[in-house]
């Protein structure tokens, strides 16, 4: 069974730093794509960042510059370090898995629970 565990949220000031963590477990047959997304209350939800195993990786024009998305194959764990972080970042951040290098929710197969990231101005 896929599982997306997320982890690393919380209450940071404008300005800040946050680092989230994407374990991931149970692929049997390939590396997937693993893609960062997140959902403000109100909102649709939107791709942030997604990498291959390669290292090719894709990101939204909101994010560009103050996020990298990094991955330790070791641990089998997909990293977005934020910074510079805005209030309007605030949201609950997935990550999920799929086979299509894209930002496109509705290309992944398999999310995580969310994790919540508050910026308080």
């Known amino acids: 069974e896929v599982q997306l565990v997320e982890s690393g949220g919380g209450l940071v000031k404008v300005g800040g730093s946050l680092r989230l963590a994407c374990a991931a477990s149970?692929?049997?047959?390939?590396?997937?794509?693993i893609a960062w997304f997140r959902q403000a209350p109100g909102k649709d939800r939107e791709g942030l960042s997604c990498?291959?195993?390669?290292?090719?990786?894709y990101y939204a024009d909101s994010v560009k510059g103050r996020f990298t998305i990094s991955i330790n194959s070791a641990k089998n764990t997909v990293y977005l370090e934020m910074n510079s972080l805005k209030p309007e970042d605030t949201a609950v951040y997935f990550c999920?898995?799929?086979?299509?290098?894209?930002?496109?929710?509705?290309?992944?197969?398999?999310w995580g629970q969310g994790t919540q990231v508050t910026v308080s101005s």
């Open positions: 999920a898995s799929g086979d299509v290098l894209s930002l496109h929710a509705l290309l992944y197969l398999h």
């Open positions: 149970g692929f049997t047959s390939h590396d997937p794509i």
């Open positions: 990498m291959s195993r390669s290292g090719t990786t």
